[in-house]
């Protein structure tokens, strides 16, 4: 392994702090030089006062847009799913360049040192686009070979490109702290620590460094355009100010330590509990439970083809175990798993172990959200964090919207298209938030409009996740003569601006014979979506950042209700006899406890009565069953515990967590009344809930 070089708090330990920040300071006031025509003006405050010179060009004009429609509502895009400081992940040299300098555009946009001189060591670049690898790794100022929309080792976020963005209309961007200490131990350059907490600490203060390095060319603290939020009530006052609202999420594999190695689990809930206060005193306020590998927490919905066996590969060397595979319950099913061969990964399998083969028909992961995960979720709803639904297996993810809607908490945010989109609806009538991966334009016109009625239907706007610096590809060029190609220059889309290409160094980009191959060409996309699928796809997206704050809004203000049951008298029709160490009495599924339950003798017919000890109004009724469930079950209220009403009814019940809404109505008894049994064994609930809102 080659030397680490001093980290920050390696240089601080000699220098101090406050000596550190006055030589960064100082060295990026020297940096930010006047660039000519860029003066700042009390009429143009859109423009910096200095620019670091050389550097990137914006190559947009005009104003952007402030305040709120005459709804009151706030405008403009929203990137659900970027990684702004993923350079800084996997070990370091996994993505190339910087998303800004201190030093300068030609340091922060240089390739990595062993892709010089031909790219023949970037093995990272030719296992994920193929070829040999080999490209002109000068970056400043030529840009000969990269960024590129189908190089998926080089930065696509530098500041000045994020600038671009947002001077098009962008105003939430999401910038997801993402690392897999797997995929960096296997990897052969490394300048860091592996460790994922670690380095999700590194990129959110790099994220507040970037912060700074920007508001110093607006004249000093608070004063630039991308601004760090922690609540949405902070985000809407940026967004009315006409900047950037940034917020920070974490997407990782193994958070605050939570792998599971042969299925045992190798973190505790006291490491959840420190891990949420820490992430949360950083400002995250979003964020996958597991992505790509089985973790302590939840199973994952699969990747495809030979990337989803070389990932497979990973989750080997990191659980001990590959991933499992069963039928699907209902008609949401996992992504087709990996069964392509991936030489490179597969050869890092220990001797005598291969990847085992799947059937076709069974789509599932058998690994759903776990008990700690269930805790890790019940902490972010108490946090009033949004949970991240993408990348959660169908059988995790049902269990996370059914403990969602048992508290109403609206908190769910699908981000770039991994959820199973038959779920939408249910994501919708939550009060959640969805975003679509940044697609080609004709594809993603296709998928934004195949859910236009839901969106009308539950009026909320949409949003993308460009997954910048993401390692997933992006929308490749339609061609100098393809129909309704981008003319340039053009308007953005509130009008205010006019959009021409986007120059860096020497190299001009042209969304259509380049493609996508870079943040600052975001509202180059976003017109080809206006030539190709039309105005309404723009205007959906358009109330993107509106949805998104109404989603997190509605997330702070959430209030758990009171649950009358909790401790209420209860009494049963039968309770199952196990032996004299067991207890399944009545009581059980009110004593908040998820690990005790009523249990039923095993015949139809059964039932749980329960005494709220005066009229309550009642309007919610959640029911945790045990793999004994009922398949066909009424809620029965009364005033007396004698004559019985039934609330409400089903035929078509399923186990789980079961949330039952109704017209409120007031009772001070309440009965669970099983008609038909859905397995050979009785009833069974571990806790029932009672709630008036």
């Known amino acids: 392994m080659s030397m680490r070089p001093p980290t920050r708090s390696r240089m601080s330990g000699r220098r101090g702090p406050l000596a550190v920040l006055a030589l960064l300071l100082a060295t990026v006031t020297l940096l930010l030089t006047p660039a000519p025509g860029s003066a700042a003006a009390e009429d143009s405050w859109w423009n910096p006062s200095a620019r670091p010179a050389p550097d990137s060009q914006i190559n947009v004009t005009g104003e952007p ?28 040299r996994l993505i190339c360049g910087q998303t800004f300098s201190v030093k300068g555009v030609a340091d922060a946009l240089k390739d990595c040192p062993e892709h010089y001189p031909d790219g023949s060591l970037a093995i990272f670049d030719f296992i994920t686009k193929g070829g040999d690898g080999k490209h002109d790794p000068d970056g400043w100022p030529t840009f000969k070979d990269w960024p590129a929309h189908d190089s998926l080792t080089h930065q696509q976020n530098y500041y000045a490109w994020v600038e671009r963005a947002w001077r ?39 994220t507040y ?3 700074e390095y920007i508001d110093t060319m607006f004249g000093g603290p608070g004063k630039g355009w991308f601004r760090i939020v922690t609540d949405s009530a902070q985000a809407r006052q940026v967004i009315e100010q006409g900047k950037l609202a940034v917020v920070l999420g974490v997407e ?13 689990a190798q973190c505790s809930k ?14 995250v306020r979003s964020m996958f439970l597991c992505h790509k590998f089985d973790n302590a927490l939840c199973g994952v919905r699969f990747d495809s083809g030979a990337l989803g066996t ?14 499992k595979t069963e039928q699907c319950a209902g008609p949401q099913q996992d992504n087709p798993i990996g069964l392509a061969a991936a030489p490179n990964a597969q050869k890092e399998l220990p001797a005598g172990v291969s990847v085992p083969a799947y059937s076709q028909d069974t789509r ?59 779920w939408t609806e249910r994501l919708y009538k939550l009060g959640g938030f969805a975003a679509q991966y940044m697609n080609g334009s004709e594809a993603f016109s296709v998928e934004a409009k195949a859910k236009d009625a839901l969106r009308d239907k539950y009026d909320v706007g949409y949003g993308y996740g460009t997954d910048m610096n993401g390692v997933g590809g992006w929308p490749g060029p339609r061609g100098a003569d393809a129909p309704n190609k981008v003319t340039y220059p053009f308007r953005s889309t509130d009008g205010g601006s006019v959009i021409d290409k986007q120059t860096t160094g020497q190299r001009t980009w042209d969304l259509n014979t380049d493609g996508a191959s870079h943040n600052g060409l975001v509202p180059d996309w ?36 009171v649950n009358l049951a909790a401790r209420a008298p209860a009494s049963a029709s039968t309770t199952e006899w196990w032996n004299p160490f067991t207890n399944f009495a009545a009581d059980r599924a009110v004593d908040g406890d998820p690990g005790t339950r009523w249990a039923s003798e095993w015949k139809d017919g059964q039932w749980l009565r329960l005494d709220l000890g005066e009229p309550q109004l009642i309007k919610r009724v959640t029911l945790d069953w045990e793999r004994a469930y009922g398949k066909a079950y009424r809620v029965e209220l009364s005033d007396d515990g004698t004559n019985w009403r039934t609330a409400w009814s089903t035929t078509t019940g399923d186990g789980g967590l079961d949330t039952i809404q109704f017209s409120g109505t007031t009772a001070r008894h309440l009965r669970v009344f099983g008609v038909t049994r859905g397995t050979e064994w009785g009833y069974s609930l571990r806790e029932v809930g009672v709630y008036s809102g």
């Open 65 to 92: 847009f402030k305040g709120t429609n005459e709804r009151g509502e706030v405008r403009g895009f929203v990137d659900a799913h970027n990684h702004l400081m993923s350079n800084e992940a996997f070990g370091g």
């Open 364 to 422: 599932c992961n058998t690994r759903g959200l776990t008990e700690l995960g269930e805790y890790a979720l019940r902490g972010m709803m108490k946090r009033k964090m949004m949970l991240e639904l993408d990348h959660m297996s169908v059988k995790a993810a049902g269990r996370a919207f059914d403990i969602m809607e048992s508290a109403s908490y609206p908190g769910a945010i699908s981000s770039h298209s991994w959820m199973d989109s038959s």
């Open 526 to 561: 976003i017109e080809d979506i206006r030539r190709v699928g039309g105005q309404d796809v723009v205007d959906d997206l358009f109330r993107g950042a509106e949805s998104y704050l109404d989603t997190w809004g509605a997330s702070e203000r959430h209030r758990a209700g």
């Open 168 to 206: 098009g209309g962008q105003r939430v961007l999401v910038n997801d702290l993402v690392t897999n200490g797997v995929i960096c131990s296997v990897y052969f350059f490394k300048d860091r620590s592996c460790d994922e907490m670690t380095s999700i600490r590194l990129q959110a203060r790099k």
């Open 209 to 211: 460094e970037m912060q």
């Open 252 to 264: 990782t594999s193994e958070p605050f330590g939570c792998k599971q190695i042969l299925d045992i």
């Open 310 to 323: 070389a990932i497979n590969v990973g989750q080997f060397l990191s659980t001990g175990t590959f991933w």
């Open 270 to 283: 006291a490491d959840i509990d420190r891990g949420l206060d820490e992430l949360h005193g950083l400002g």
